[in-house]
C-alpha cells in the first residue's frame, strides 16, 4: 500500500516540498494531499509591491504554478481549504471547505506544515475600515489595487517601514500618490544600524517620500462614509484615502500551538537539519512558520524569506521521498530598493552582536559602483562589522545606487565560509571599470576592518 504525505499551506515552501516528493516517488508509492485555504497556489508574494507599483503587468506573473499543474503531476491540491486541526496521535487532520462549510477528516502517513506567516495588524480603532490594507496574498494584492482604483483620493499613509513598508511606499509613490512613511523607530529599515538607516531616510525624503519617525500609529479615523480619513499617533494626524500596514508577519503557527508542537522563543516552529518538527519522526515544517539556525550568532533566528522557503521545501521532499537533504542555517541576507536606492544586509547588526556577547568593531567606507572616471559611476556606502579578537566576520550592510544591492553576497559567502575580514581582502573578484572599482567597495571595507581589528589588538 501507498503512503499518504498531507501538506497544508499551497505555496512555496509546501508545493516544494511535495513536488520534490513526487519526483522521487511516484502516485502508486505515495499519495499527496496538499490543502490551501486561499485561491492561489504557488506564488511570489515578494512580487506584490511590485504589482502594485506598476513594474509588473498582471497578477498571473507572479504564479510559478496553478492549482491544475499541481494536479497534473498528481498532486492532490484542494484550493479553498483550511485545515482547522492537527490530530497528532491519530495522525489525522480536519479540513473546511470554505465555500461548502463542509469539514472532513484526512489521515496521513507523514505530514508537512507549511503555514506561513500572517501580518502584524495591531488592535487599532478602526484597523478594519473600508481603505486599510495588509499585504500578505494575492488576495490582499488585489483588494489593495481595488481599493486603489475605487477612490478618487491621492493620499497615501503606509504604516510600518520594513521592507513591505519601503517597498509598498515607492509602489504607491510610482502610482502618483503622496505618500506618508510612519514607522516607530529613529530610523526606517529596523533590519540596519541606525546610521545606515538615516542614509535610507535621507533618500526617501529627497524622493517625495515624507517619512516620519518615533511615530506609532494609535488609530484609523474614519469618514461619515465609514472609509479611512486618516491615521493618527500621539503626536499628529495624517490624512489618508488609503492605508497600507507594513509592520512586519509573525508565524503563523496557531494550529501547530493547539496541536502541542515545540515553538521557538520568536514563535516559530522549531525543526532539525532535516528540517523534521523535533520530537516527532513523520512531521516536516518550513517556510515562515519555522525559525532557523542563524550561522553568524549560533542562536535560533525567525528570518521570513521566499528563498528560504524554496530550500526548506526541497529539503522536506527529498527527506520524505526516501533521500536526505539538510538545511544548515542563515547569515541573514536580505536585499531590496526604493526606487534607485538600493538597501542591503547580512549578517549581525551592532544590536545583534552586542545582545549575544561578542566584542566588535565596525568601520564604514564611501566608495562608487564602477571606477570613478567610468561613466554611471554612484556612490555607496559600506558598514562592516568584525569580531574584536579573532577578526571574523560579523556582518555587512550597503545602501547605494546601481550596483549597491547584490555586492551583500560576496559577504553572505564569507560569513558563511567564516571567514577573517583579513583573508576577504585576498578574494580574487571580477575587475573592470564598468563593473567596479580596482579596489571593490566590501573589499576596501574588509581591509579598512583588518586595520580595526589589529588596532583594538
Not at 521545501?313 to 541576507?333: D, E, K, L, S
Request: proline residues 5%.
Amino acid at each position: 500500500m501507498s503512503e499518504r504525505l498531507v501538506v497544508i499551506g499551497g505555496d512555496a515552501a509546501g508545493m516544494s516540498a511535495a513536488s520534490q516528493a513526487r519526483r522521487l516517488k511516484g502516485p502508486g508509492e505515495l499519495e499527496i494531499v496538499a490543502f490551501e485555504r486561499g485561491h492561489f497556489s504557488s506564488y511570489s508574494a515578494c512580487g506584490i509591491p511590485y504589482w502594485v507599483g506598476g513594474d509588473v503587468g498582471t497578477r498571473d506573473e507572479l504564479i510559478a504554478r496553478s492549482p491544475e499543474e499541481h494536479r497534473e503531476r498528481a498532486i492532490g491540491l484542494r484550493m479553498r481549504t483550511e485545515v482547522t486541526e492537527v490530530d497528532v496521535p491519530g495522525q489525522r487532520v480536519l479540513a473546511r471547505d470554505l465555500e461548502a462549510g463542509t469539514e472532513t477528516w484526512t489521515g496521513f502517513d507523514k505530514l508537512v506544515i507549511a503555514t506561513g506567516a500572517r501580518p502584524k495588524r495591531p488592535a487599532l480603532p478602526g484597523i478594519d475600515a473600508p481603505g486599510v490594507h495588509g499585504v500578505q496574498t494575492l488576495d490582499d494584492g488585489q483588494a489593495l489595487l481595488d481599493s486603489l482604483e475605487g477612490t478618487p483620493g491621492r493620499r497615501a499613509v503606509v504604516v510600518g517601514a520594513g521592507y513591505i513598508g519601503v517597498e509598498m511606499a515607492e509602489a504607491l509613490l510610482n502610482r502618483g500618490y503622496e505618500v506618508t512613511l510612519l514607522h516607530r523607530g529613529e530610523q526606517p529599515m529596523a533590519t540596519l544600524d541606525p546610521d545606515m538607516g538615516r542614509l535610507v531616510h535621507r533618500a526617501m525624503d529627497g524622493l517625495g517620500i515624507t517619512t516620519v519617525a518615533s511615530a506609532a500609529a494609535t488609530k484609523i479615523l474614519t469618514g461619515e462614509d465609514g472609509r479611512v480619513r486618516a491615521v493618527a499617533t500621539d503626536a499628529a494626524e495624517y490624512p489618508a484615502d488609503v492605508v497600507v500596514l507594513g509592520m512586519g508577519v509573525v508565524p503563523e503557527t496557531s494550529l501547530a500551538r493547539a496541536a502541542g508542537l515545540p515553538l521557538g522563543a520568536h514563535g516559530g516552529l522549531l525543526t532539525d537539519l532535516a528540517m523534521r518538527v523535533r520530537g516527532h519522526e513523520n512531521i516536516w515544517a518550513g517556510g515562515d512558520c519555522v525559525e532557523v539556525l542563524d550561522l553568524v550568532s549560533g542562536r535560533e533566528r525567525y528570518v521570513p524569506l521566499g528563498t528560504h522557503a524554496n530550500k526548506h521545501g526541497q529539503v522536506i521532499g527529498a527527506n520524505v521521498g526516501g533521500g536526505y537533504a539538510t538545511f544548515p542555517g542563515v547569515v541573514g541576507t536580505a536585499v531590496s530598493k526604493v526606487c534607485d536606492l538600493e538597501i542591503a544586509r547580512t549578517g549581525l547588526r551592532e544590536k545583534d552582536a552586542r545582545e549575544v556577547g561578542l566584542r566588535f568593531v565596525t568601520v564604514t567606507v564611501e566608495s562608487t559602483s564602477r571606477a570613478g572616471y567610468y561613466p554611471g559611476a554612484a556612490p555607496m556606502t559600506v558598514k562592516m562589522l568584525a569580531e574584536r579578537r579573532t577578526g571574523r566576520l560579523l556582518g555587512v550592510q550597503i545602501v547605494g545606487r546601481e550596483g549597491a544591492g547584490k555586492r551583500v553576497d560576496i559577504a553572505a559567502v564569507a560569513l558563511t565560509a567564516g571567514m577573517t575580514v583579513e583573508a576577504m581582502t585576498a578574494l580574487d573578484l571580477g575587475y573592470a571599470p564598468p563593473f567596479s572599482p580596482v579596489w571593490d567597495p566590501v573589499l576596501v571595507a574588509a581591509r579598512k576592518a583588518t586595520a580595526a581589528v589589529r588596532a583594538a589588538g
